[in-house]
């Protein structure tokens, strides 16, 4: 019987080493049996993570062609526009039972003016301590993340924006906060959704593609 050589062996002088993490060769005959299943079955998972990346990310680029060649088609033969002016595309079966969504997402930034909103803020909530909701000072810490300087949650942040108080300080943080948004350019999604029948409700058919 033919013994299997492993993928990652070095041959040297007919001897099979591994390589370990400070980089020596180490005799595969010496390395003990669970390392050695351990090492085996994760080069074998992530062969197949990496098969299926490339398969997602060639699906990616085939599915976002199939949509422009239906929208140039479209536009050529019928003299008909698919989708909005944002580039945000809905196309469903002829049952109304499978549906692909283009969406088209705006990528944020946050100028300095964010933290003139927070100082701001910060000084209202600390004269307001004795009578602050415990809710606004949650969510104020929630939006800036204090003790990880530099992140926002943003979701938050635009949950802050609708907090109405007469205060003109309030009213000034937030204009600081609408202020201190850039748009920086766009993020286009797909994504894909089926129903057992025309009246069912709608499942997500899950791919992430985010980061192929």
Not at 40 to 66: G, H, M
Not at 78 to 98: H, M, P, R, S, V
Not at 148 to 166: S, T, W
Request: hydrophobic content about 50%.
């Amino acid at each position: 019987m033919t013994e299997r050589i492993h993928p990652a062996a070095i041959d040297v002088a007919g001897t099979p080493y591994l390589r370990d993490a400070k980089g020596n060769l180490v005799p595969l005959a010496a390395v003990k049996p669970a390392d050695l299943l351990m090492d085996e079955t994760v080069r074998e998972i992530l062969d197949a993570a990496r098969a299926t990346s490339a398969a997602i990310a060639a699906f990616k680029v085939q599915s976002f062609d199939k949509v422009a060649a239906l929208q140039g088609l479209l536009a050529q033969e019928y003299d008909a526009q698919l989708g909005g002016k944002k580039g945000n595309i809905t196309l469903l079966t002829f049952d109304g039972c499978e549906k692909v969504q283009v969406a088209v997402a705006d990528v944020i930034e946050f100028g300095p003016e964010l933290q003139a909103a927070k100082a701001l803020i910060d000084e209202c909530l600390a004269e307001w301590a004795a009578d602050s909701r415990v809710e606004l000072q949650s969510l104020v810490n929630r939006v800036f993340a204090v003790d990880k300087e530099g992140q926002i949650n943003r979701a938050e942040l635009f949950m802050l924006l609708r907090v109405e108080i007469a205060d003109e300080r309030w009213k000034r943080a937030m204009d600081a906060i609408r202020d201190s948004i850039r748009v920086v350019g766009a993020r286009t999604y797909m994504r894909f959704y089926e129903r057992p029948s025309p009246d069912g409700a709608w499942r997500g058919v899950t791919i992430d593609m985010a980061s192929a």
